[in-house]
């Protein structure tokens, strides 16, 4: 069972993570206000996104700074 709620945990923090790419790479974000009028889901929501903020930025901070990532061409 613990198990079970760790992968979809995971799974939540990766999925968050891929919309923080796409939104820093295209613009383009969820449009929470379109899915709840209740503040409290919108709250959720909004610090939800957030986590993929941060781990994008985690991401990204490191694959700047190794020596094993080099920047490639833009097509």
């Known amino acids: ?3 079970r709620l760790t ?4 799974d939540a923090v990766l999925l968050s993570t891929v919309l923080a ?3 820093r790479s295209t613009g383009f974000s969820p ?4 899915f ?3 503040e409290t ?3 959720i ?3 939800y996104l957030g986590i993929g903020e941060f781990c994008y930025d985690g991401v990204t901070g490191y694959v700047v700074n190794s020596s094993y990532f080099k920047r490639g061409e833009r097509r």
């Open 21 to 23: 790419g796409v939104k």
């Open 7 to 10: 992968h979809y945990g995971i």
């Open 41 to 43: 889901a919108k709250s």
């Open 1 to 3: 069972m613990l198990a």
């Open 36 to 38: 709840t009028e209740e």
């Open 45 to 47: 929501a909004k610090k």
């Open 31 to 34: 449009d929470i206000e379109k």
